[in-house]
């Protein structure tokens, strides 16, 4: 058992080579989870038209976020309404193809379209541009980084802002 | 005695690269290596091992002690990991289960082991 240096270079080489993967690995975790940690996603009405069946809603959702993250997508939100103390429903909303929007550069938005009916309606009606919007939920958002894709749920909470009404 | 360090000290220096690998597979969504390259270079580890101690039976029991060593090590960074970060990527999260962490390290040490028995035919007994 007597040690040679030159016997120990294979050894010194392949743990290494590990050990540059596993950085490589703990860098990556730490920019998604910094990307996820400062995604902030925001809900805001942009216009709504009511008929005889009921109150179709246009949503933009959008987030932003303090790091770039290559190959993001949103794929659904979970949106649970309410309009003051009225329930407006929970309402799933899925893109086309299972996808609602990308990351461009740091941020997305993609307008969505959530129809009320029946009760929901009439609350919504009775309460609008008189009491405020708010929603809870959450987005479940998509990368892929190593060949691998990552499911990430975001919860949301928040006042559901009306832009341009 | 001395001997009986040798073993200690050899083990503890074959555990750092398996405690790397086996934290590899557990953050394997990130992995710039292929799934793959990991259990090949688990053979090479099991080659190197023996090829650095340069004593086969030395050699094949610090792969069975430092396999032991970075596997406790594993399940307790998974678990302290599991706690902190809460809610992580649900692969990850499937790795660090006892099931998992019991089949990966196992997987790997046939692999290593293997990398000792190609030592030994291509070095000999040391």
């Not at chain 1, 799933?92 to 550069?105: H, S």
């Not at chain 2, 001997?3 to 992995?31: A, D």
């Not at chain 2, 060593?69 to 992580?88: E, P």
Request: charged fraction near 10%; avoid cysteine.
């Amino acid at each position: 058992m007597n040690l040679s240096f030159k016997r120990t270079v294979f050894f010194l080489i392949v743990s290494s080579a590990l050990f540059v993967n596993l950085a490589i690995q703990v860098a990556r975790f730490n920019s998604l989870t910094t990307f996820l940690r400062n995604l902030k996603v925001d809900v805001s009405l942009v216009n709504f038209s009511a008929n005889a069946s009921g109150v179709d809603l246009e949503i933009n959702l959008s987030g932003t976020s303090k790091v770039i993250q290559k190959q993001a997508f949103v794929s659904s939100a979970q949106l649970f309404l309410k309009i003051g103390s009225k329930d407006l429903g929970y309402h799933r909303i899925v893109g086309v193809e299972g996808l609602l929007a990308q990351f461009k550069g740091k941020s997305f938005s993609s307008v969505v379209n959530v129809r009320l009916t029946g009760y929901e309606a009439n609350n919504f009606e009775s309460g609008i541009g008189r009491m405020p919007i708010t929603y809870d939920g959450y987005v479940v958002v998509h990368t892929f980084s190593g060949g691998h894709g990552l499911r990430s749920v975001m919860p949301i909470k928040g006042t559901m802002s009306e832009e341009g009404m | 005695m001395r001997q009986k360090l040798g073993i200690l000290l050899w083990s503890l220096i074959f555990s750092f690269p398996f405690l790397f690998m086996e934290l590899s597979i557990l953050l394997n969504p990130f992995s710039f290596f292929p799934t793959w390259l990991l259990y090949v270079l688990s053979i090479a580890l099991g080659f190197a091992i023996v090829e650095a101690v340069g004593d086969f039976k030395i050699g094949i029991f610090a792969t069975v002690t430092g396999v032991i060593i970075a596997t406790v090590a594993y399940f307790w960074i998974g678990k302290i990991m599991l706690q902190v970060f809460g809610s992580m990527p649900g692969l990850m999260a499937t790795n660090v289960t006892s099931s998992s962490i019991v089949l990966t390290a196992s997987s790997l040490y046939v692999m290593s082991v293997l990398g000792n028995i190609i030592a030994l035919f291509v070095i000999g007994l040391g």
